[in-house]
């Protein structure tokens, strides 16, 4: 969790599970046959329809595999696509609300890029400076300070959580554990906190520094949560289903999520809503990646920018990039949580994006959906099929 891996010419990133505390073994659920895609339209959508359909199969081949969601946009068209039946015995469709994890991360990096469009924050600000009290310990070597950027882009040296992070809780003891944490006990426990690496160069990914860069948003904008989102996002990608508290009570729209067991798993509200706190269906996913790839935004666009690392692997607003000199860079991120697993991709200069979700968290399930994702676009930018 605390370093990159490193890219072959399909990418597997690391796992970088938002729930520090996940102890993930060998799934026992076996995975049911993909449900037939939507009509096809055209000879060009008929090509990358049948794409998908022959690489998602793949994937639900593999034990515990019994939804895959997922949205893609390329060449101005859209692809929707679901396979599966959730919980419920449902299948799933564009409003089907699952999980989205530590996606959420990127969101908070659009929000810090309207700050700095606005200039109410400057990127390398020393970030104690826009906090109420004092905090010697979040100090870098050479007594250089953590700012923005070290944040957006996991350099700080913050650690992954500092609550709720004991992995011999039951799922029960740690939900109440995230019920309870409120704003108030993450600034205390922030003055305790020691860096795990105090260089401000080394990635180390942190939810700490996402949900910091979040609370400080709050302060700078004097507005909530939900206010900084409706304004600054949800205006720009005219999303209607993404939410960050969301009921569990039988409502047919809403996937369980299931561990590598194959056990139900509980939806997390609250908590780090900054970090990993949203839920979104696969159509608001689309209007979000759409927004990235056709809006001629200024904020949006910044939120692209590499902040950190090399041309080839780098980070911007809470974005890893890849191959950022080249005509097919991407921007991409994953997530999880207790039930779901997700993978999200931009290729901006190629107006291609591309969403996929599942409703089980496996030790590898992070990665396979990454898998999945780049043999997609291969064989649909390539022509194959």
Same mark, same amino acid.
């Given at each position: 969790?605390?370093?990159?891996?490193?890219?072959?010419?399909?990418?597997?990133?690391?796992?970088?599970?938002?729930?520090?505390?996940?102890?993930?073994?060998?799934?026992?659920?076996?995975?049911?046959?993909?449900?037939?895609?939507?009509?096809?339209?055209?000879?060009?959508?008929?090509?990358?329809?049948?794409?998908?359909?022959?690489?998602?199969?793949?994937?639900?081949?593999?034990?515990?595999?019994?939804?895959?969601?997922?949205?893609?946009?390329?060449?101005?068209?859209?692809?929707?696509?679901?396979?599966?039946?959730?919980?419920?015995?449902?299948?799933?469709?564009?409003?089907?609300?699952?999980?989205?994890?530590?996606?959420?991360?990127?969101?908070?990096?659009?929000?810090?890029?309207?700050?700095?469009?606005?200039?109410?924050?400057?990127?390398?600000?020393?970030?104690?400076?826009?906090?109420?009290?004092?905090?010697?310990?979040?100090?870098?070597?050479?007594?250089?300070?953590?700012?923005?950027?070290?944040?957006?882009?996991?350099?700080?040296?913050?650690?992954?959580?500092?609550?709720?992070?004991?992995?011999?809780?039951?799922?029960?003891? %740690?939900?109440?554990? &995230?019920?309870?944490?409120?704003?108030?006990?993450? #600034?205390?426990? $922030? =003055? *305790?906190?020691?860096?795990? /690496?105090?260089?401000?160069?080394?990635?180390?990914?942190?939810?700490?520094?996402?949900?910091?860069?979040?609370?400080?948003?709050?302060?700078?904008?004097?507005?909530?949560?939900?206010?900084?989102? %409706?304004?600054?996002? &949800?205006?720009?990608?005219?999303?209607?289903?993404? #939410?960050?508290? $969301? =009921? *569990?009570?039988?409502?047919? /729209?809403?996937?369980?999520?299931?561990?590598?067991?194959?056990?139900?798993?509980?939806?997390?509200?609250?908590?780090?809503?900054?970090?990993?706190?949203?839920?979104?269906?696969?159509?608001?996913?689309?209007?979000?990646?759409?927004?990235?790839?056709?809006?001629?935004?200024?904020?949006?666009?910044?939120?692209?920018?590499?902040?950190?690392?090399?041309?080839?692997?780098?980070?911007?607003?809470?974005?890893?990039?890849?191959?950022?000199?080249?005509?097919?860079?991407?921007?991409?991120?994953?997530?999880?949580?207790?039930?779901?697993?997700?993978?999200?991709?931009?290729?901006?200069?190629?107006?291609?994006?591309?969403?996929?979700?599942?409703?089980?968290?496996?030790?590898?399930?992070?990665?396979?959906?990454?898998?999945?994702?780049?043999?997609?676009?291969?064989?649909?930018?390539?022509?194959?099929?």
């Amino acid at each position: 969790m605390n370093s990159e891996r490193s890219f072959t010419s399909i990418i597997k990133v690391k796992t970088l599970f938002f729930f520090a505390c996940l102890s993930l073994s060998i799934p026992c659920v076996f995975g049911e046959t993909p449900y037939p895609i939507s009509e096809r339209r055209n000879p060009t959508q008929d090509s990358i329809e049948r794409i998908i359909t022959q690489e998602v199969a793949k994937l639900m081949k593999s034990t515990g595999y019994t939804v895959v969601s997922g949205a893609m946009y390329i060449g101005g068209k859209i692809h929707q696509f679901h396979y599966g039946k959730i919980g419920n015995g449902k299948t799933p469709d564009s409003n089907t609300i699952y999980e989205i994890g530590s996606i959420t991360k990127t969101y908070t990096g659009l929000l810090l890029s309207q700050a700095v469009y606005d200039h109410k924050i400057n990127l390398d600000d020393d970030i104690r400076s826009y906090l109420d009290d004092n905090y010697p310990n979040l100090i870098l070597s050479g007594n250089k300070p953590i700012t923005f950027r070290h944040l957006i882009t996991h350099t700080s040296g913050l650690p992954p959580t500092i609550n709720c992070n004991d992995s011999a809780q039951t799922t029960d003891e %740690q939900l109440d554990c &995230f019920r309870l944490f409120r704003k108030e006990d993450f #600034f205390k426990q $922030l =003055k *305790n906190v020691k860096l795990t /690496n105090n260089s401000g160069k080394n990635y180390q990914y942190s939810g700490v520094g996402i949900q910091l860069t979040g609370y400080i948003l709050e302060h700078v904008y004097k507005s909530s949560f939900h206010e900084l989102f %409706q304004k600054y996002i &949800f205006s720009r990608s005219g999303e209607q289903n993404t #939410f960050s508290k $969301l =009921k *569990n009570d039988g409502n047919s /729209n809403v996937s369980v999520g299931k561990n590598n067991e194959g056990a139900p798993m509980p939806i997390i509200n609250g908590y780090y809503n900054y970090a990993g706190g949203l839920k979104s269906s696969t159509s608001a996913m689309l209007n979000y990646m759409k927004m990235y790839l056709e809006s001629n935004d200024k904020v949006v666009k910044q939120a692209m920018d590499r902040l950190a690392g090399d041309v080839q692997y780098g980070r911007a607003y809470a974005w890893n990039t890849y191959n950022y000199d080249k005509e097919n860079k991407m921007l991409y991120h994953n997530g999880g949580t207790f039930g779901h697993s997700s993978w999200i991709a931009l290729y901006p200069d190629q107006k291609i994006g591309i969403f996929i979700v599942t409703n089980i968290v496996t030790a590898d399930s992070q990665s396979k959906l990454n898998e999945l994702s780049n043999s997609i676009i291969s064989k649909s930018t390539n022509g194959s099929n």
